[in-house]
């Protein structure tokens, strides 16, 4: 069953410093998104990317991230400068079906900002 | 603004004690409605998508119904492995992003 991947599973890094987390969606979706979940919180949106452009994205989603699809594969996320605050699991998800229809998760990258 | 809620934040059960978790969703131009499943330290695993009022969806032990204000997961016979945290998303035409609730916890004792 096709599945979405993401590396690495946990990602440990100091403060002040850039991160990428990868992921590669199912191969034939063309909507990609990334959320967090800060331990024992909701889900929060971050982004969603459709046609190699950003098509909404959140307050949280500031000038320290972006998003980059680098090839017909993988689809990444970048921190810049890391915060403590940044700590969380992201999980990459797709979707196939078109705007707003069922998305799958990947299982995600726990970063901890130390 | 929109927003999902879900009930009870927790939930206990016996094997085999049937039950139902609530989620109320206030959103504009309602696309879907999805149910999830989260085991701790994993990504939502997908379990089902509602698109109508009216609409019904089962799997194994989970039927899941909406209404125009907001959607059920019945869990009928419940067995220690649906011990999870599920979780209600709704997504918009408006934009292009789901809203997640804050999950119930299930637990399920043998």
């Known amino acids: 069953e096709p599945e979405v991947t993401q590396t690495p599973s946990h990602q440990v890094t100091q403060m002040g410093q850039e991160v990428i987390l990868r992921c590669v969606p199912i191969?034939?979706?063309?909507?990609f998104y990334w959320y967090r979940q800060i331990l024992g919180q909701k889900v929060e949106f971050l982004v969603s990317?459709?046609?190699?452009?950003?098509?909404?994205k959140s307050e949280i989603f500031d000038d320290q991230f972006s998003v980059e699809r680098p090839d017909g594969s993988n689809f990444t996320l970048k921190i810049r400068s890391t915060k403590l605050e940044d700590s969380a699991m992201y999980f990459c998800?797709?979707?196939?079906?078109?705007?707003?229809?069922?998305?799958?998760f990947g299982q995600g990258t726990r970063l901890t900002v130390v | 603004e929109d927003q999902v809620t879900q009930s009870p934040e927790a939930l206990r059960l016996q094997e085999g004690e049937s039950s139902s978790l609530n989620c109320s969703y206030t959103?504009?131009?309602?696309?879907?409605l999805f149910w999830y499943r989260q085991d701790p330290g994993k990504g939502p695993e997908f379990l089902f998508t509602?698109?109508?009022a009216g609409e019904e969806k089962e799997k194994e032990r989970l039927k899941a119904t909406l209404t125009k204000k907001e959607s059920f997961l019945h869990i009928t016979a419940p067995k220690p492995e649906d011990s999870a945290t599920y979780l209600c998303?709704?997504?918009?035409?408006?934009?292009?992003?789901?809203?997640f609730g804050s999950g119930t916890k299930l637990n399920v004792k043998p």
């Open positions: 998800a797709s979707s196939g079906g078109g705007v707003g229809t069922e998305a799958f």
């Open positions: 959103v504009s131009g309602l696309r879907g």
């Open positions: 191969s034939n979706h063309l909507y």
């Open positions: 509602l698109y109508s």
């Open positions: 998303a709704v997504s918009s035409y408006n934009f292009n992003k789901f809203y």
């Open positions: 990317f459709y046609n190699n452009e950003i098509s909404e």
